[in-house]
């Protein structure tokens, strides 16, 4: 099994449209978890933390569910602009980021 | 952005060449970290550094070899590469180490190996 674990899509949804993304990982002792935003030959950009409690910003809203082992990320009301890759992030303590290989999204017009 | 800046952009090497990427941050963070990313893959850690000191080392063959003078710069030394060494090469900078701790990334340079 992989250490995280994404859905590599692509996802294809039109503006205006929400989409969700998960993420599994397989260390429970994982301790903070993070989304990335990764645009096509550029670098990995942090998105937005993840807390247990959950945590909103603006159109974009992360929960982490620690019993199943999964974060999610939810986008309201896409736009052109959220075409990119996300990236789920995952730090089981130390040293040790790991990377999911991404969920590519495409928002089209 | 300057944050955390790289050179060269891009890089192409044949197998016996020796060459070295450069990595600069002006964050004023103490760790820094070299990662590989494959085409469809995920971003692969290599190194970590915390003030200076190497913390981490995962299982990279020694035909790459880092090198951190100080807190801002890091090297990676290249020789002797395989084809399948061909990939992005991303450097990245945080506070410190620790996983609560956002990771600022440099564009990466682009190396190819003929």
């Known amino acids: 099994r992989k250490e995280v674990e994404q859905d590599p899509g692509p996802f294809n949804v039109p503006e205006g449209a929400t989409v969700a993304f998960n993420c599994t990982y397989s260390?429970?002792?994982?301790?903070?978890f993070f989304w990335y935003r990764q645009d096509c030959r550029k670098e990995p950009k942090l998105l937005m933390s993840?807390?247990?409690s959950g945590n909103e910003d603006g159109r974009f809203t992360a929960q982490l569910n620690r019993a199943s082992q999964y974060i999610s990320l939810l986008i309201r009301d896409s736009k052109l602009s959220d075409s990119a890759t996300y990236l789920c992030?995952?730090?089981?303590?130390?040293?040790?980021?790991?990377f999911g290989a991404g969920t590519r999204l495409f928002v089209k017009a | 952005e300057t944050g955390v800046t790289q050179t060269p952009r891009h890089l192409v090497m044949g197998m016996t060449n020796k060459k070295s990427l450069k990595c600069e941050q002006h964050?004023?963070?103490?760790?820094m970290y070299w990662y590989k990313q494959s085409a469809k893959k995920p971003l692969e850690l290599m190194f970590v550094?915390?003030?200076?000191?190497?913390?981490e080392n995962n299982s990279v063959p020694s035909r790459f070899s880092p090198e951190c003078p100080n807190s801002s710069h890091l090297f990676l030394h290249l020789h002797t590469l395989q084809p399948e060494d061909s990939a992005l090469y991303l450097c990245?900078?945080?506070?410190?180490?620790?996983?609560?701790?956002?990771?600022?990334f440099g564009p990466g340079t682009r190396l190819t190996v003929l």
């Open positions: 550094y915390s003030l200076e000191e190497r913390v």
């Open positions: 993840v807390y247990s």
């Open positions: 990245a900078s945080s506070q410190r180490t620790g996983g609560d701790n956002e990771q600022f």
């Open positions: 964050l004023g963070h103490n760790a």
């Open positions: 260390n429970s002792a994982s301790q903070s």
């Open positions: 992030v995952v730090n089981g303590g130390g040293f040790k980021t790991i």
